[in-house]
């Protein structure tokens, strides 16, 4: 017997016997004859749920040696594709953020899906893929055919998936399709184009119905799953889309029909204690829920009234984020050392700088829980607290009662405070009451919004702060950016391309380092080659030379120079060392770092 095809001839009913694919396994040399008769005699043994798992979960449960693959085992995923190649046909990796449920879930009853342990995960007018994961069962196809009136495309998937994802997709269409029936007589409030039907709204949708609040979950749930940094819910004329940003890069992931997405809302704004009834002005709140795996997850709502309805953002706040050390952040060690020796300093303002989403308060966070020891007293004003953190006193920007970033500072300063943390200095007051902290023996840390670290000097002069205030009080500054770090389960090694280097590098010309890594894409990152963020860095510790050069006229071309000469490395030689380290590509940080000034 050379292969399953041999033994399983088109047109015989044969589910996969267990004997049959060990015998084969043995016979290819990627199982030994010992392992094959244990996992017999197991199987002969088994009862319950374990005797009628597929024959490839019950030997992917077993984890037998991969004889084929030193140090590997015959896991689940390597024996479904092993399985499509047997039988010749395509194997599939069912990826939720690709599948359209809704259009999927018609084409057959679930009860239909289960009794034949198949999934249809792509159709189109001409046809429909079906995965399986028994492939020589064929008794299903005409009837499907003939109901479709569509070609049959079979493919090979993981018999875990096909059963995990048929629960739950046909789950999500009942609720969808349960919470859309209970709802259509409502019109959509606030979507411009209905303004006429208003007067019709007999009642709000019902943000507590059992199928919203199913939906709800399965949407938390999946997020959490899919390491997602935000949901997005946004209303269209007829739909409502559903996106998550998933390592800096937006999915959508599904199509509700426009009432589900403003019940779904108005379920999320009661979860946020925000005001339902107000679908007019934009609203913010908060929500602290679980993961599957028990882990407290705060989440950030905030509503925007749209041409088609309230839009929902909800930002995903991972709590292990104030546990991440400064190389899980992305630090070099020299990185680390000039940054603990801008921190550490007694009094003075540091500044982190980059764009929104460049990780700016992850950084600013993970230093404060280090510098928040009982012996010091850590403040902060921030809009909005993004983090709830017990070592430090947050306080909240409140414009409605004119507590404002300036008036905010200046209440603390009158708290004893050590380390002060401003979110984000946007004016001249905020930027005076800073320096005014400084001045007094406090140590600040801000953020400002610009594309390096030798431009947040030139951004304060241009706010109005004189050049004297900042050669007395600023310690240093630090930009960042974050950059998709390579999958480290399937990334490939790969020759460094010479343009695009010279490119990264230049003015300095780094030597091209001997190799890169490119993305591949295995089931670890979902097939992109990326899995997590890590930050690159820019940082400028304010020397005696570089204070000489702040003026009110000051050159920004001669403070970078000179920054350069002190050592400081730019956003793009901080990506080139990533890169050369293996760990990132040229493509990924060019797309994230502005262009590199002259030296």
């Known amino acids: 017997m050379n292969s399953l095809a041999d033994l399983y001839l088109p047109g015989q009913e044969r589910p996969l016997d267990l004997a049959d694919i060990l015998k084969l396994l043995v016979a290819q040399g990627r199982l030994d004859l010992e392992?094959?008769?244990?996992?017999?005699?197991?199987?002969?043994?088994?009862?319950?749920?374990?005797?009628?798992?597929?024959?490839?979960?019950?030997?992917?449960?077993?984890?037998?040696?991969?004889?084929?693959?030193?140090?590997?085992?015959?896991?689940?995923?390597?024996?479904?594709?092993?399985?499509?190649?047997?039988?010749?046909?395509?194997?599939?990796?069912?990826d939720p953020l690709k599948i359209n449920v809704a259009a999927i879930t018609p084409l057959m009853s679930f009860a239909f899906a289960q009794r034949h342990k198949i999934l249809a995960v792509e159709v189109n007018e001409r046809e429909v893929t079906i995965a399986s994961?028994?492939?020589?069962?064929?008794?299903?196809?005409?009837?499907l055919h003939h109901v479709l009136k569509r070609e049959i495309r079979r493919v090979v998937a993981s018999p875990a998936d096909i059963q995990r994802y048929s629960v739950e997709f046909y789950r999500l269409a009942r609720s969808v399709s349960g919470a859309n029936a209970s709802d259509q007589k409502l019109s959509a409030v606030g979507n411009f184009e209905q303004l006429l039907n208003l007067g019709s709204m007999?009642?709000?949708?019902?943000?507590?119905?059992?199928?919203?609040?199913?939906?709800?979950?399965?949407?938390?749930?999946?997020?959490?799953?899919?390491?997602?940094?935000?949901?997005?819910?946004?209303?269209?004329?007829?739909?409502?889309?559903?996106?998550?940003?998933?390592?800096?890069?937006?999915?959508?992931?599904?199509?509700?029909?426009l009432q589900v997405a403003v019940a779904v809302v108005s379920r999320l704004k009661t979860l946020g204690r925000m005001n339902v009834a107000e679908k007019r002005k934009p609203q913010d709140g908060r929500v602290k829920t679980k993961s599957p795996q028990g882990n407290e997850i705060e989440l950030r709502l905030s509503t925007l009234p749209t041409a088609f309805g309230e839009k929902m953002v909800m930002r995903i706040f991972d709590p292990d984020v104030l546990l991440r050390s400064f190389d899980q952040l992305g630090f070099s060690a020299e990185d680390q050392r000039r940054w603990q020796g801008m921190v550490t300093q007694p009094n003075g303002i540091v500044l982190v700088t980059g764009p929104t989403g460049s990780g700016k308060t992850t950084t600013l966070y993970t230093t404060l829980k280090q510098l928040a020891t009982p012996e010091v007293n850590v403040c902060t004003i921030e809009d909005p607290i993004e983090m709830v953190e017990d070592s430090f006193n947050q306080m909240q920007v409140q414009h409605n009662i004119e507590l404002t970033f300036a008036s905010g500072v200046r209440a603390l300063m009158r708290q004893d405070p050590d380390i002060i943390m401003i979110g984000e200095i946007r004016d001249l007051e905020t930027a005076e009451m800073a320096i005014q902290a400084a001045l007094t023996g406090h140590l600040v840390l801000s953020t400002l919004h610009t594309n390096d670290a030798p431009s947040a000097i030139s951004r304060l002069i241009e706010l109005g702060v004189p050049a004297y205030l900042l050669r007395a009080t600023i310690l240093g500054v630090m930009a960042q950016r974050l950059v998709r770090t390579l999958c480290p389960h399937c990334k490939a090694p790969t020759e460094v391309d010479a343009d695009a280097w010279s490119e990264l590098t230049k003015p300095w010309n780094a030597p091209l380092p001997s190799q890169a890594h490119k993305p591949v894409g295995c089931p670890q990152c979902r097939e992109t080659g990326y899995r997590g963020r890590a930050g690159v860095y820019e940082l400028m510790p304010l020397s005696d030379g570089l204070r000489a050069l702040i003026q009110t006229d000051t050159d920004l071309s001669a403070l970078r120079r000179q920054s350069y000469k002190e050592g400081m490395h730019s956003l793009r030689l901080s990506g080139a060392q990533k890169v050369a380290a293996g760990l990132t590509t040229i493509e990924e940080v060019l797309r994230v770092t502005p262009t590199s000034q002259q030296r």
């Open 133 to 143: 994961a028994q492939p020589f069962v064929t008794s299903w196809e005409p009837n």
């Open 202 to 257: 007999s009642q709000e949708p019902d943000a507590n119905d059992a199928h919203v609040v199913n939906i709800v979950d399965w949407l938390f749930q999946y997020a959490f799953e899919q390491r997602a940094s935000d949901i997005h819910i946004e209303p269209r004329r007829d739909t409502g889309s559903v996106r998550l940003r998933i390592d800096g890069v937006l999915h959508t992931v599904y199509q509700f029909p």
């Open 35 to 94: 392992s094959a008769e244990q996992l017999s005699a197991l199987r002969r043994s088994a009862t319950g749920d374990t005797a009628k798992l597929h024959p490839l979960e019950f030997i992917a449960s077993q984890n037998p040696a991969d004889l084929a693959r030193p140090d590997r085992t015959l896991d689940l995923e390597t024996l479904s594709r092993w399985l499509a190649e047997e039988a010749g046909q395509p194997f599939y990796r069912i």
